[in-house]
């Protein structure tokens, strides 16, 4: 579905990706995790194209999308959520949901939307400003599912957040898997990845360091705590 295949990076002379080369298969969830600076984000920026200091190829269906601009790799279905989840402040829940061009016929109408997220719903008419960390992480993943994403790119979904919306947001992406969405995410918390995801990667200087499938985590709970310093 999505393959990454030797992608580096630089910030200037600094490189912080060494050929990084990684997969997702339709319908699956695969975490990146790794320390503060590992290379993370920057990876995810890649895949979508916002990141230009970069070399290697990306594929999504089988298709190379490595020449793309952002805008057109959401339209072949990729979708991010940034750690700053990108909600306008001044703009309503619902001018947020239906503000980026639908891909097709989109599995997830305003209606569906709604019905998966019933405080969007509570909450149609807010300013994005007034929404909580919680509530501005459902609107940045609602959105991107509306807009007809079939690969999600999470930066850190669950940082800072309460774990009663940690668990919400486990819901939601399993039910994401349930409906053929693949997802990429970033994310720190090893309990909560091993809840949602199928398979790991764990990222170190700017390389991966290791791949294990989800059950195969207890196995190497030590290596990817020492790893990540936990
Ligand atoms: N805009 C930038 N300019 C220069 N260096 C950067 C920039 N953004 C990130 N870096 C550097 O690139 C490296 C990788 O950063 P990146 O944010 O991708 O890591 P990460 O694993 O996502 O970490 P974090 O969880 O802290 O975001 C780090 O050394 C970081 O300092």
Redesign the pocket.
């Known amino acids: 579905m999505l393959e990454i295949t030797a992608v580096s990076a630089a ?2 002379e ?1 490189r ?1 990706l060494h050929e990084v080369s990684l997969r997702v298969g339709a319908g699956e969830v695969v975490t990146l995790v ?10 995810l920026r890649c895949v979508m194209g916002l990141h230009t200091q970069a070399t290697g190829r990306v594929a999504l269906e089988g298709q190379d999308i490595t020449g793309l601009p952002p805008h057109r790799r959401a339209r072949r279905g990729l979708g991010f959520v940034p ?1 700053d989840r990108g909600v306008y402040a001044q703009l309503s829940v619902e001018e947020n949901l239906t503000l980026p061009p639908v891909r097709g016929a989109s599995p997830w109408p305003l209606e569906r939307v709604y019905d998966t997220f019933p405080v969007l719903a509570a909450r149609r008419r807010f300013p994005g400003a007034k929404l909580s960390g919680g509530e501005q992480q459902m609107l940045a993943l609602a959105r991107v599912l509306r807009a007809g994403a079939r690969v999600l790119l999470c930066d ?1 979904p669950t940082e800072g957040l309460a774990p009663v919306i940690v668990q919400q947001i486990g819901e939601i992406i399993r039910d994401a898997k349930q409906h053929g969405v693949s997802v990429l995410l ?1 994310e720190q918390n090893l309990r909560f990845a091993a809840t949602v995801a199928d398979r790991h990667y764990l ?1 170190a200087q ?1 390389r991966v360091a290791l791949e294990v499938a989800n059950s195969g985590i207890q196995e190497h709970e030590h290596e990817l705590m020492a790893h990540l310093g936990l």
């Open positions: 910030y200037g600094a912080v790794g320390r503060n600076g590992a290379g993370k984000t920057t990876l750690d850190e970033i990222l700017g």
